[in-house]
């Protein structure tokens, strides 16, 4: 499953409509190895060292500026041909003159004299994550440019997913369980965290993944750390499991995790993981088109009031997915928008700092009109039959 170049062609169209709506005379979307999103969402092109901007013009096709190392991959993964090396956005970070002998160089206030052609007003998406550098060389390409942050194009057209999209995601999920398998299977009293993590890696990237986004685990005591990377603790009898695979596969990440204790669980571990098995069943009901997603969150927040737990939830349940992790929508007890089909979400059923342990559910759903499909099918079935209980 793949993003054709039509699908890349219809995006940049939507991008150009939208620059005429707000009076904008071209776009940058930037983009590293940490926030790929966007400039992937235009590009397909994801960095690794090297840092990338595609310029976007009112009309024609953009060009890709990125650094001397990155360039012919940068031309393997691009769908757009006008890919241009600039100093600016070299790899590395340091005092020393690095010579690329063999590279020719273009420059900001090239590219944007193509892009602006005499106008003034350049959108930048990216402008929180951007290094400051790099957004005053942009200013300062051009002595009359405006810089004006324009996230929100991409926000609004990235939220709803188109059916390649969906399937990208569903590639995702199957890989993503992959890896959970074997990390349920490899989380067991004698193995260190590290060899249950490495092997739900391995497992998920020989299933086609290209890439482990992220890998959150932690065993016993260590499930208190929420966001703790695994250690070579061994696993002892009794221990509360927590891991979070963030698993990517042509950009598109899902993020699956599955509570359950490493040999025999207390009465007090059953009770936690039976109250967020309950919130992430009541969750269920809530994902379709139209439901207003605020009354989701209360709904979860009222499994934790009954089971008194309200001290242990400490953020929302559910947050959009897609070419990031954790992207809109995002919503809190008191948002007031609908669900939409073609949205995509990962629930974020959490409870952190019980005596028993902390630990959250999580996993992908598509938001359809009259209900929802999962996209990580063996952690729903989990769910349901609560196999470790």
Not at 94 to 104: A, F, G, M, R
Request: proline letters at 5%.
């Amino acid at each position: 499953m793949k993003i054709p170049k039509a699908e890349f062609i219809e995006r940049i169209q939507a991008v150009q409509k939208l620059l005429d709506q707000k009076n904008l005379d071209g776009l940058a979307v930037y983009g590293d190895e940490y926030r790929k999103e966007n400039l992937r969402y235009v590009c397909n092109f994801w960095p690794i060292f090297e840092r990338g901007i595609l310029f976007i013009p009112r009309s024609g096709e953009p060009i890709l500026a990125g650094a001397p190392e990155g360039e012919l991959y940068a031309k393997e993964m691009s769908v757009w041909k006008d890919v241009r090396n600039v100093k600016e956005l070299a790899c590395v970070s340091v005092p020393d003159e690095i010579d690329y002998s063999l590279s020719s160089f273009s420059s900001f206030k090239e590219i944007i004299g193509e892009l602006l052609n005499g106008r003034t007003k350049l959108g930048v998406v990216g402008t929180t994550d951007i290094p400051a550098p790099i957004l005053r060389n942009l200013s300062s390409a051009n002595s009359s440019i405006e810089i004006i942050p324009a996230d929100e194009i991409l926000i609004k057209l990235r939220m709803i997913k188109s059916s390649n999209e969906i399937s990208c995601l569903k590639a995702c999920g199957e890989m993503a369980c992959k890896g959970y398998e074997a990390i349920i299977s490899n989380s067991v009293p004698g193995n260190s965290e590290r060899k249950a993590a490495a092997a739900g890696e391995a497992a998920a990237l020989s299933a086609g993944a290209e890439a482990i986004n992220f890998h959150v685990y932690g065993s016993g005591d260590r499930t208190h750390t929420i966001i703790g990377r695994p250690t070579d603790k061994v696993i002892q009898d009794g221990d509360m499991i927590m891991s979070a695979l963030a698993v990517q596969y042509e950009g598109y990440v899902i993020t699956v995790e599955y509570p359950f204790v490493a040999g025999k669980a207390s009465d007090e571990q059953k009770f936690l993981l039976d109250t967020l098995f309950d919130a992430a069943n009541e969750q269920q009901k809530y994902l379709q088109e139209g439901v207003i997603t605020g009354e989701m969150v209360q709904a979860v927040k009222a499994v934790y009031k009954r089971h008194n737990f309200e001290q242990y939830d400490v953020y929302p349940p559910l947050h959009g997915i897609g070419l990031a992790e954790a992207e809109s929508p995002y919503p809190d007890e008191h948002s007031e928008y609908p669900f939409m089909a073609g949205m995509c979400v990962n629930s974020d059923i959490s409870l952190f700092g019980h005596p028993a342990g902390s630990n959250r559910i999580e996993e992908g759903f598509v938001i359809q009109q009259t209900n929802y499909e999962s996209l990580t099918p063996y952690i729903r079935k989990l769910i349901e039959e609560k196999h470790n209980l």
